[in-house]
């Protein structure tokens, strides 16, 4: 499998109007800009979230291939989570995603707990709030003298928030910003293209190249400035996704994408017709959450071309075409886990069969899921899914 998940190491909401107030172990992070009668300030929420370094290093340095040089192969990160409530959002906007400046705990309250919990990331902490803070706690101590390319939104009423970066020394990677276009029918799950940011990470946490100390904080995800902290009746927008704290089936992930497909048909024939059968191999239905599996695909056509022969034409392997794709759905709920993608999820090929390989780790276990490949032949699209059901289970 080219895409590997995984899960937060830790998220919170930080809450302008709720200064001190801690969300650790809420099931929800959320961003908004919202305007209440008895404040003339918007609250204004923004969510933290922080990925695992060694994790994304591991997969990086172990399951990242190289090319013939040795290098490794270009790859892709993706921040997603996955809308719970959304409402507000009737013009075009920016959610923006930048990498955290500053080491933040997690903190174990949820929204309005009564009193508020104070051992974690809060508005205006990184680590304990309220009477319990030292000034080192607080996010804007040296406001407004930060470190290079390191900003945060303050003001004498609102100060804290966050800090983050928007810039980096890194010639190679001088990007570290990610922004998502939300519109009033568009799509309301988040899936940003963060690979500039995970990128840095990497190269910092490896010393390549010297230049950047960018350390891996997390991301801060946050409306763009001019949505924040607008007193517009009209400007409300407000988005909830499921924390890592869930008890659903959705939580937030990081997305870690490259291209593992080697393409040597050996003496195979080809596929020309567009009534095929395909059939899904090497699947022993359960598998543990730890586990690689190779799926083989066995092709042949639905109506062979009639010939002499002195064996079944149905024991003849047959292979796909080279731009063919697989993808993972959830059995249950019939949402894609993994979806087609020309880049990512590309069919191998081997003088065996057809083939690709799946992580079950980047998979929710104790849950069904389902196989499905496209093709195209003889300008038909096909997606076969003939049952290429699998469960993963927890080791």
């Known amino acids: 499998m080219a895409v590997y998940k995984l899960f937060p190491l830790k998220d919170a909401s930080l809450y302008a109007f709720y200064p001190y107030m801690n969300t650790g172990i809420d099931a ?5 800009n919202l305007n209440v009668n008895i404040n003339p300030v918007p609250q204004v929420f923004r969510y933290v979230i922080k990925f695992d370094q060694k ?3 591991d997969v990086i340095d172990t399951k990242v291939s ?3 040089q040795g290098n490794k192969v270009q790859f892709a990160s993706n921040l997603k989570a996955y809308i719970a409530n959304a409402q507000g959002i009737i013009f075009d906007t920016n959610l923006e995603i930048y990498p955290i400046s500053g080491s933040w705990n997690n903190g174990s309250g949820t929204y309005l707990d009564s009193p508020f919990t104070v051992n974690g990331v809060s508005w205006k902490a990184r680590n304990f709030s309220g009477s319990v803070a030292s000034g080192a706690e607080y996010w804007n101590l040296n406001v407004p003298s ?3 390319y390191v900003t945060a939104s303050w003001s004498e ?3 804290g928030g966050g800090t983050w970066y928007t810039g980096s020394n890194d010639p190679n990677n001088t ?6 276009e939300y519109q009033l029918r568009s799509e309301k799950d988040l899936n940003a293209d963060v690979s500039d940011i995970v990128n840095i990470w990497y190269s910092s ?3 390549i190249g010297g230049y950047t100390n960018i350390v891996n904080d997390g991301f801060i995800v946050k409306w763009e400035d001019s949505i924040e902290f607008n007193t517009a009746d009209a400007i409300q927008p407000i988005m909830q996704f499921y924390s890592v704290d869930t008890n659903t089936i959705y939580p937030p992930s990081l997305e870690i994408k490259w291209d593992d497909s080697s393409f040597e048909t050996g003496a195979l024939p080809p596929l020309t017709t567009s009534d095929i059968f395909v059939a899904l191999d090497n699947n022993p239905g359960v598998f543990y959450s730890e586990s690689v599996n190779r799926f083989r695909l066995n092709c042949r056509p639905d109506y062979p071309v009639r010939r002499f022969m002195t064996s079944s034409i149905d024991t003849v392997n047959h292979y796909l075409p080279e731009e063919s794709y697989w ?3 959830d059995l249950d709920t019939n949402e894609f886990i993994v979806q087609f993608d020309p880049n990512y999820t590309k069919i191998s090929c081997d003088s065996t069969s057809n083939y690709f390989d799946v992580y079950m780790a980047g998979l929710q276990p104790e849950r069904y899921y389902k196989i499905l490949i496209q093709t195209t032949i003889s300008g038909s699209t096909l997606v076969k899914d003939d049952n290429y059901y699998f469960k993963v289970v927890n080791g």
């Open 28 to 32: 929800m992070i959320e961003v908004g």
């Open 55 to 57: 994790e994304i290093d």
């Open 66 to 68: 190289v090319d013939n």
């Open 146 to 148: 930060y470190a290079d």
């Open 157 to 159: 009423s609102m100060e």
């Open 175 to 180: 990007k570290v910003t990610s922004s998502v």
């Open 205 to 207: 946490s490896k010393n």
């Open 327 to 329: 993808a993972i759905k």
